[in-house]
């Protein structure tokens, strides 16, 4: 008699800068037979220097963390693996950052506060090549009655961050490293985009819609 084929497990890595969350997200996958949580890193930089030795399957990845933040770090570990399927593990659950995360290259999007099973199925779903977006980020995305607001590009989405934080256009282009010009064109862009009139009102937005929730502090 054969023995059954048995499949290698997933091999995952969790970027969280909050050990708790890590540490929490490791024991609940740890208890499936066919997961194996490779490491737990605590920001972007991190996952830049160690994913090409840990070579893992699927990356759970926070937005907001320091030095290099999920969004980034994102982009550049699918320059340098393609076939990398990247989560996007987030208390946001607002439409800009569910766009953005998925024009970065992400292939899914849960909220933190899913329940823990749903993270199983998030990652068996991205594993058979398919998106996957939680209840909440589905539901965020789904246009308001009577028409939608045209959306921000990923660059657009950068500055209004910068601009938010009270950054001069000067200051946002050496961040960027873009000139004073292209700062000046996005912010242009964005607030006709948002019906926004003065960098206030930008301010508010970022709050409200949680675009400033987290930076260095959140989850």
């Known amino acids: 008699m054969t ?7 997933v091999k995952v890595v969790i970027v969280d800068d909050h050990p708790m969350v890590a540490e929490g997200i490791q024991s609940i996958l740890e208890d499936y037979k066919d997961i194996t949580v490779l490491a737990t890193l605590s920001n972007g930089r991190a996952a830049l220097d160690e994913m090409a030795q ?15 933040g999920g969004l980034t ?13 990247i989560l996007i593990l987030s208390m ?6 569910i766009s953005t995360a998925l024009s970065h290259g992400a292939v899914g999007y849960i909220l933190k506060d899913v329940p823990t099973d749903e993270i199983k199925t998030a990652i068996d779903t991205v594993m058979r090549g398919e998106r996957y977006l939680c209840t909440g980020a589905r539901g ?3 246009p308001p009655e009577g028409g939608s ?15 938010a934080q009270g950054k001069s ?4 282009a050496l961040a960027l490293n873009i000139s004073v010009r292209t700062v000046e064109t996005h912010r242009k862009n964005i607030k006709r985009k948002l019906g926004i009139s003065s960098t206030a009102g930008l301010t508010r937005y970022a709050l409200e819609h949680g675009v400033l929730q987290g930076t260095g502090v959140g989850l």
């Open 3 to 9: 023995d059954p084929v048995t499949h290698a497990p």
């Open 54 to 68: 840990l070579q893992p399957d699927v990356v759970l990845m926070d937005l907001n963390m320091p030095e290099i």
């Open 73 to 85: 770090a994102t982009e550049m570990l699918l320059e340098r693996d393609p076939g990398l399927k």
């Open 92 to 97: 946001h659950d607002t439409p800009e950052y």
């Open 140 to 142: 965020s995305l789904e």
């Open 149 to 163: 607001r045209e959306s921000l590009t990923s660059r657009e989405q950068t500055v209004l961050l910068q601009l």
């Open 169 to 172: 256009n000067k200051e946002v």
